[in-house]
Nanobody
Framework: QVQLVESGGGLVQAGGSLRLSCAAS????????MGWFRQAPGKEREFVAA????????YYADTVKGRFTISRDNAKNTVYLQMNRLKPEDTAVYYC????????????????????WGKGTLVTVSS
């Protein structure tokens, strides 16, 4: 399995941008589909975006489509989440997840089991 460490969270005003990073350990990063999830205070964790282990296909939650972009750099064992036009409702702890040989769409399916999770990074969007 891979170990995941998120970074890049912080406080930003509504309409602003942030880029989250998730660094993975191990030599098999390219074999994993990668995803971002978030959990707002008092709410359940929800899917945000994912990228397939091969081919680079992506999948987004409707709430972030057109504003967020997921990408990966296999040479750096890192997956990114570029977040633009942020809204107060985007405030949450953002978690990175990995699932072996997964497509992006599969990672967004309900109750899907991930192989690894990071510990999260807090994003706060002020109005």
């Amino acid at each position: 399995q891979v170990q995941l460490v998120e970074s890049g969270g912080g406080l930003v005003q509504a309409g602003g941008s942030l880029r989250l990073s998730c660094a993975a350990s191990g030599r098999t990063f390219s074999s994993y589909g990668m995803g971002w999830f978030r959990q707002a205070p008092g709410k359940e964790r929800e899917f945000v975006a994912a990228i397939s282990w091969i081919g680079g296909s992506t999948y987004y939650a409707d709430t972030v489509k057109g504003r967020f972009t997921i990408s990966r750099d296999n040479a750096k064992n890192t997956v990114y989440l570029q977040m633009n036009r942020l809204k107060p409702e985007d405030t949450a702890v953002y978690y990175c997840a990995a699932r072996f040989s997964s497509t992006a769409q599969a990672m967004g399916a309900p109750s899907v089991v991930m192989n690894s999770w990071g510990k999260g990074t807090l994003v706060t969007v002020s109005s």
